[in-house]
């Protein structure tokens, strides 16, 4: 599964749950996950073109989950993807134990690829942060995608450490830059000679993430505008850049206005 060609418009769904008001206690909604809404989700974002699904990613709050609820989200977008387009389901604990438990479940269950961001609450040295990447994939035979998001996750991961991951551990394939800075998305280009794939996770970058050389961009805005998110990727392959420019600056409001929320209030 090392060679999962991964390419396009990878679509996060956010996690719905279902009416039922708050316990009282915890504060969490006493209907639990809304795996009939969640199906839902995932098959008009793959109706709508999306090349790809990742379900439990910041969108889908995955840090605000408890185990059980992480399991059903997993499980009920896994079944609803059905092998139709890859799954990546997105992996992040405070404890690497945490994190292998969770892609093992993940690879189980029949995602495709998982995509590991590292959470700290003490500050990690590079050498803590390779061993949790690396402990992770060694968990798994699925091909890991890292998550470099130093804004929510408290760890930022250079291209250096990023692509020397890559080189020493066989199924770490893929990075995903969220930093904001596509500086570093031409860094991991010259480091590799362009042979690492890498994905955008930054909105507002989506166009000058794909004229640096992106396999693809991760966004969660197919929830709200699929059309013209497939229509930017379209233009980009045929190389019409004027119309992509014009078909991103459409959407440019949309995409700020979904970062300005945190992405699953928008």
């Not at 809304?34 to 889908?60: E, M, Q």
């Not at 992040?92 to 438990?101: I, P, S």
């Not at 570093?184 to 004229?211: C, E, I, K, V, W």
Request: glycine residues 10%; proline residues 7%.
């Amino acid at each position: 599964m090392t060679g999962l060609a991964l390419e396009g418009i990878i679509a996060y769904p956010v996690t719905p749950f279902a009416p039922g008001g708050e316990d009282g206690v915890t504060g969490r909604s006493e209907g639990g996950v809304d795996t009939d809404a969640l199906t839902a989700l995932v098959d008009r974002l793959i109706d709508a073109g999306c090349h790809a699904i990742a379900p439990l990613g910041s969108t889908g709050e995955s840090a605000y989950l408890d185990d059980q609820e992480w399991y059903t989200a997993a499980e009920a977008a896994l079944a609803a993807v059905a092998g139709r387009v890859p799954a990546v389901v997105g992996v992040a604990d405070l404890t690497t134990r945490g994190a292998v438990r969770r892609a093992r479940f993940a690879e189980r269950a029949g995602a495709d690829a998982v995509m590991v961001l590292p959470q700290a609450y003490w500050k990690l040295d590079e050498r803590e942060v390779a061993g949790h990447f690396t402990a992770v994939a060694d968990a798994v035979t699925v091909p890991v995608m890292l998550y470099n998001n130093p804004a929510t996750s408290g760890v930022d991961l250079s291209p250096e450490l990023m692509v020397s991951l890559v080189e020493r551990v066989e199924n770490i394939t893929m990075v995903k830059e969220s930093s904001g800075d596509v500086r570093r998305m031409h860094r991991l280009t010259q480091l590799t000679d362009g042979a690492l794939p890498f994905y955008n996770g930054s909105n507002p970058l989506a166009l000058a993430a794909f004229s640096a050389g992106a396999a693809g961009w991760c966004t969660a805005a197919p929830c709200l505008i699929p059309g013209p998110v497939l229509e930017l990727h379209r233009a980009v392959r045929a190389g019409e850049w004027d119309l992509a420019l014009e078909v991103f600056q459409r959407q440019l409001p949309v995409l700020e206005f979904i970062l300005g929320g945190a992405c699953p209030p928008p």
